[in-house]
């Protein structure tokens, strides 16, 4: 008998999921298993509230929950349990769902079952980040409730299809959500040149997602001598007006979240991790590291909701950084790096983008956009990029970027050819350009000399892939390999409306997109 089962992420093991005494990302099985009984407490709270949200604190508690169990989020037993013990005090009435039923289920339940579970784990990350700063959506909110209450009940191919692509559809409405909540409350992103070099002297490098978390620290940070450093996802942090006017918000640190285990190692500075996309500490740097909002490590000092990051400060002074500056590279040997193209950035640019595809100046887009990850496969996107014609512009957003953003590819009609939209729920802005394109160009967004190129990690991307189904988009490459979570049926489902295949080479995707 296998002693946990794990399958939501691309680097499940064997490519078929994770069985033993631990995942491939660490999580053990006992927290494995603690997580699918959080699960199944959500799920049983869901179907105790007839699929509806009943109040707020079911929303938070739900919310919370669902993020907490996102791939590299929470590693800490006791942390996860919490969160269930707040699920039974909520609902002591209602029955937990057992996740073998769903584990165990016929294959194609299985799979729908587990896109919409997986897909309401991504959107739940992007519903804690708006809610953080105040925004929320009853429709969003609502949707949690009726998504896990169909996972636990029974369902028919049939019942269940329609059920994955309005996840996908809600999740555009999250996004959207989560675009208002950023851009409202920090400033439409600038675009901007990031340098890869640390300053001598004290900083704190900032990993994961959460604007609000890093807003705090630079506000807790004004004037102390501790310069700030952004790290993966949180890179594009660097374009907000509001982030970006504290001056010792420095420049980025460091390349993909797969490399944090080399990279953070000896560096003489605190991390304080936010979200996901990160790796377990090793014990040579374990003593610098600082989880707040979903992250938990054992043994690992936790900041809590009241967001007081004095011991993080304090532990940057202590540490004192380098004595003098040092460069760093991307893992192509740039020195710098851009970011801050976001929607509106590139839709001020409409008129000129379209008169130069009119003009021939822009051949094709492309959006090589999604997450990282460890497998030796992944250099794919790098190639891919490097290969694409001169006269191409490529969108790109997420952690994936890192394949390839400190490549100078030159410029395309005055822009950039690379154009970083942002984090991975910039989706959303690379949504509204395609849209606006399509508009100027009076025709679909399949119509359109526009290819979608995407690498997929963790839920996140699962969210955002059926909001791109959602909308009808068709002939997505997807890589580096495709979901096990997807039964033979289901994938053929998806190849056949929509035209979804895996990445194959960069030389032969390239020949088949350019066709278009
Ligand atoms: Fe395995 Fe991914 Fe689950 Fe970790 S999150 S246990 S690597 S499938």
Redesign the pocket.
């Known amino acids: 008998m296998s002693e946990m089962f ?4 691309e ?3 064997g490519c078929t ?2 069985t033993g005494r631990a ?3 660490g ?1 053990s099985a006992d927290v ?1 298993n603690l997580q699918d009984k959080l699960t199944g407490a959500l799920i049983g709270l869901a179907v105790d509230a007839g699929g509806k949200c009943p109040s707020k604190e079911a929303a938070n508690v739900m919310i919370d929950g669902l993020f907490t169990t996102i ?2 989020v929470d590693f800490d037993g006791p942390a996860v349990q919490k969160v269930t013990d707040r699920v039974h005090e909520l609902a002591p009435n209602a029955a937990d769902y057992d996740m073998a039923k769903l584990w165990g289920d016929n294959e194609d339940i299985r799979s729908l079952k587990s896109l919409i579970l997986f897909g309401l784990r991504g959107m739940a990350a992007y519903t804690s980040h708006a809610a953080a700063l105040g925004y929320t959506e009853d429709t969003v909110t609502n949707f949690f409730f009726e998504g896990l209450a169909a996972v636990g009940s029974a369902g028919t191919m049939d019942s269940l299809l329609p059920l994955v692509l309005k996840v996908g559809e809600v999740n555009l409405a999250c996004m959207a959500l989560l675009d208002k909540a950023n851009t409202e409350t920090y400033g439409t992103p600038v675009p901007v040149t990031v340098p890869l070099k640390v300053e001598k002297g004290p900083f704190i490098v900032v990993t994961g997602h959460d604007l609000r978390d890093l807003k705090l620290l630079l506000e807790q940070t004004d004037g102390k001598g501790v310069n700030i450093y952004t790290h993966g996802e949180m890179l594009p942090a660097l374009a907000y007006p509001e982030l970006k006017k504290h001056p010792q918000l420095k420049g980025n640190f460091g390349t993909a979240w797969q490399n944090q285990q080399k990279e953070f190692d000896g560096i003489p500075a605190p991390i304080l991790y936010t979200t996901n996309c990160l790796m377990i500490p090793k014990s040579s740097y374990a003593d610098r590291v600082f989880t707040t909002g979903v992250v938990q490590f054992p043994n690992t000092p936790h900041i809590d909701d009241k967001k007081d990051f004095s011991a993080v400060i304090e532990k940057a002074l202590a540490l004192g950084g380098y004595s003098e500056d040092r460069e760093f590279t991307g893992i192509n040997g740039g020195t710098q790096v851009t970011t801050g193209f976001g929607r509106e950035t590139v839709l001020s640019n409409a008129g000129a983008i379209v008169e130069a595809v009119k003009a021939g100046q822009i051949s094709h887009f492309f959006l090589v956009a999604g997450c990282d990850g460890a497998k030796p496969g992944r250099n794919y996107y790098t190639e891919f990029v490097e290969q694409t014609p001169a006269d191409s512009a490529i969108l790109t957003l997420a952690c994936g970027k890192y394949r390839f953003n400190d490549l100078d590819l030159g410029t395309v009609a005055g822009l950039p050819r690379i154009l970083d939209m942002g984090q991975c729920n910039d989706a959303y802005g690379a949504i509204q350009v395609a849209v606006a394109l399509a508009g100027a160009f009076n025709c679909g967004v399949n119509e359109l000399p526009l290819s979608f190129v995407l690498s997929w990690y963790e839920q996140k991307a699962v969210c955002i892939l059926l909001t791109l189904l959602h909308l009808g988009i068709k002939n997505i490459l997807l890589g580096p390999s495709l979901p096990a979570f997807l039964s033979p049926n289901v994938l053929n489902f998806l190849v056949e409306n929509y035209g979804i295949a895996p990445i194959s080479t960069p030389e032969a995707d390239l020949a088949k997109l350019l066709k278009k």
């Open positions: 794990c399958f939501q992420c680097q499940t093991a999921g994770c995942g491939v990302c999580k494995a791939t590299n």
